[in-house]
């Protein structure tokens, strides 16, 4: 299996920055969808990036100009970049990673891997 590993959230104040990081355990054979989710306290978890095998992305409306999702594919690790940020940012944040990775044997294993989540707190 894989495992993810946040890091980087923390308290800003509003219009400040913050890089969040998730590394996996191990390289990934195949990426069939990596992205960040957060939630809010009293709220359902939605997607804010994604990002595809390919590199494509994809932005929830409330990110899109102030957040860049990327990807190090030698380092195993997802990215996410917030500038600008606003109160209603303030959550918990969390990568997931679907894909598959191959067994000491070679069989193929698909897997849905989430992170533990990291606080996102921005004053106002």
């Known amino acids: 299996q894989v495992q993810l590993v946040e890091s980087g959230g923390g308290l800003v104040q509003a219009g400040g920055s913050l890089t969040l990081s998730c590394a996996a355990s191990r390289s990934i054979s195949r990426i069939d969808a990596n992205g960040w989710y957060r939630q809010a306290q009293g709220k359902e978890r939605e997607l804010v990036a994604s990002?595809?095998?390919?590199?494509?992305?994809k932005y929830a409306e409330s990110a899109k100009g102030r957040f860049t999702i990327s990807r190090d594919n030698r380092k195993n690790t997802l990215f996410l970049q917030m500038n600008s940020l606003k109160p209603e940012d303030t959550a918990v944040y969390y990568c997931n990673l679907d894909g598959v990775v191959y067994s000491d044997t070679g069989e193929p294993i698909v897997f849905r891997s989430w992170g533990q989540g990291t606080q996102v707190t921005v004053s106002s």
């Open positions: 990002i595809t095998g390919g590199g494509s992305t």
